[in-house]
């Protein structure tokens, strides 16, 4: 059959039946379109499929003809491959639900499983064992004849397993194999295949099921890690939010409420620096966020030395009305940013460096969560040295201290002051830019961690920066474990309850300032 | 707001001198003050947030009431008058919707109230409106289980969206079981519970319903997320019905996006989110996600493009994106308008009786009418996402859906009806034959 169509692409055939259906705009013609495509052996096949998954494949309802157009402007007929000069206007690109999406992968799977490029072959085995139908098997074994490459090998060997196992005519002995197969591959799609395969002789029943008790027995010790690197993905975000106000409640004193509202002036800076990136200079795109980050710190820094000068100052040693204050100015500042920029949320997006995952043995460790902490160790890290080894960290340590010796040793105590609050500031600033990839730009940004917070340096131990690293961790561990057993809800309640006892046994947190310090 | 109206009064410094303006600007103090002529306008209350957590969504309902308004004050107003708006800002605080409300009917006498969206503020205002006897149109799809003689409901029912979505999912994806993912308060809490009874009657187990619920602006998905994972590994198709709400919406779908489940393998079916909370991320993760709604801006009708064009030719922005709520507020005010016009006059008792039966065009191609429990009909349509923040319609319900006041799905609530035609009474018992009176 499929030779004729071939021979004489000009008659109509089953394959050209089968394209014109796809002008229908009816989601089961497609679906058939699909089938008879992927398996009549056309050289048109593959195009055909690969423009419908990226929407490149144009049917026109009142002429039902359907052309393949691709990026650069040039379309053939779908039905007969010849070039043709422009896409009638009344085309429209041929919609997709899921379960197209899925049929399409399936067929490009079977389609591409010997291609030249090993990316797209590994990507092909791993989606015919995802569809693991039957149709596929003869294309599989093809593949593993001629298959050279030792990763590609294994997927092909594991999509054969997959469709092995729900053959219904397959021997006992080749079930026995593809049990063993999963089983050795031991992720939860192996686990997803051996659960829901139905009835099956006896003997590989009871060998699936020893494969599934094993492969849940190694996917529970991975979920503890899992869990580990969760509570530190969790803990480095408290940590982010919290080290600025460690500076400026930690170790100034100064009730700061607006601390959330400065964070999320860090993440509307992201913002603008994204939109004049789009606008201006899109190749910079990837770059977008290193921009942001000194912008986010002269910003944030800069409006805190100015809330500073112009409200705190006046109010230190008067912790109410410090709070009372800064509380007022984080509504301000938020119906700021809200006439500014809108009520809704503004869009960051992720830099490539900043999206996906990769899978690290059973457990997946998505980019951004990863470049998170090891952006929160390096701020803390530099925040830890400039205070020890600088000139300016001397003086805010001396400063805090004891303000009238430092001032009669000729610290301007008062500059000292601002430029300490702006360092706080600048730092939630910087924050801010971080959790832009992770959180809603709103003008709600800040509030949801002012909390979480006051909870991380109270927690740490106010005034010291160590308290506060370890308190963060601490907290984002005992949640991401608790998070399992007791639901988001509870395990935040029973956080709040367990620092609430902590905090009655140990007043002044986890790592207390001993010495004259604590008295000033 | 405050851009357009110094917008208006510079062009009229250089259409009409300064005369002109000063008598615009006069103007505009005047209807800010609250208007001293009274008798020459209707006044309608508009009682949305425009500051705090709820601004994000309640603002756009603001200015569309404000855009109806303007529309039909270009058409002539309503019986001779003009309309004007009296906006009040509740601040996402919940009694004080409750004093904005009591403000509006006593002080401002206004003829109608267009308002609220959470479910805790509706119910806060609810003795207020009962009290002083005014009405409410409440354009959010919410939890049902409530039918009040002074309340229209113009956004979905859980028959009117929940239903509706689950069962595509169970036909169409061949969905066995089901994580009901939900934000912890009262609209997420009710629904899963009608969800899990309407499951469990179609046969699906205890065992393959995961329910998870979550505090409100929750940003740390990844435990959440891999448990879905988990759950979706048995071997069954999964999918994931969300009642997450609002701002929770961003990092969970991000955080979908990046551990990689797409939505061929599980596909999450959201009731909350709508083309406004798409526009602050990037979609290209989420295509083929699905939410079920009764209005979507890229449906295609005469009626819809009119509305898209002169909407954002109102708001100045070519970019504005319209919703499902906003359409609710567009059929909701028609509806009004009409029984207003058909009474001859705004009083309360008057126009509360002419409502049931009033019908409205709805922006979809289709005609709502409001039904004798307050609520009205619509379609559903479920839409996936696409790659430019809006929904492609995947499928639709063949005629329009009435909505259900208390739902059949739920023990408790199954024999009631509200009737506020022939019973008179919002939680009629249909087996007794009794009226269980006031306290939903």
Redesign the interface.
Known sequence: MFLIAFALPAFAGPFEDAVAKFANDDFSDTEEAIGVIAGSGSKLAFPIINALQDGRLMADPDSKKVYVTDADGKSIDAATGEAVASVPDSASAVRLNNRLRRSVDAALGSLTLQSPDLGTRLQAAQSVFKSHEETALEAVDAALAKEANKSVKAALTEARAAILLFKSDATEVEKLEAVATLKARGDQDALALLTGMGDQPASVTKAAASAIGSIQNSLAVWSMVQNAWYGLSLGSVLLLAAIGLAITFGVMGVINMAHGEMVMIGAYTTFVVQEVIRTRYPGLFDYSLLIAVPLAFLVAGAIGVLIERSIIRFLYGRPLETLLATWGLSLVLQQAVRTMFGPTNREVGNPSWMSGAFELGQITITYNRLWILLFTLAVFAILLAMLRYTALGLEMRAVTQNRRMAASMGIATSRVDALTFGLGSGIAGIAGVALSQIDNVSPNLGQSYIIDSFMVVVFGGVGNLWGTLVGAFTLGIANKFLEPVAGAVLGKIAILVLIILFIQKRPRGLFALKGRAVEA | M?NKSTHDIAASFSRRGVLAATAGLMLGLASLTGAKAADDTIKVGVLHS??G?M??SE??LKDTILFLIDEQNKKGGVLGKKLEAVVVDPASNWPLFAEKARELITKNKVSVVFGCWTSVSRKSVLPVFKELNSILFYPVQYEGEESERNVFYTGAAPNQQAIPAVDYLMK??KVKRWVLAGT?YVYPRTTNKILEAYLKSKGVAQEDIMI????F????W???V??I??F?????KTAVVSTING?AN??FY??L????IK???I?VVAFSVGE??L????TK?LV?HLAAWNYFQSIKSPENEKFIKAWQAYTKNPKRVTNDPMEAHVIGFDMWVKAVEKVKSTDPDKVIDALPGTEAKNLTGGTSKMLPNHHITKPVFIG?IKGNGQF?V?WKTPSLVPGDAWSKELDGSKDLIGDWVGKKCGNFNTKSNKCLGSGS
């Open positions: 405050f425009l500051s957590t601004a994000i603002t756009t169409d994806e912890d998870n619920y979550t505090p602006g929750h940003s740390d990844q435990t959440i891999a448990d994972k988990k979706g590994s048995a071997g069954k701002d961003v990092p991000k955080e996006g990046n551990q990689g939505a061929k393998d596909p406004e909370e526009a602050g991320i990037d993760p083929g996936e492609d995947v």
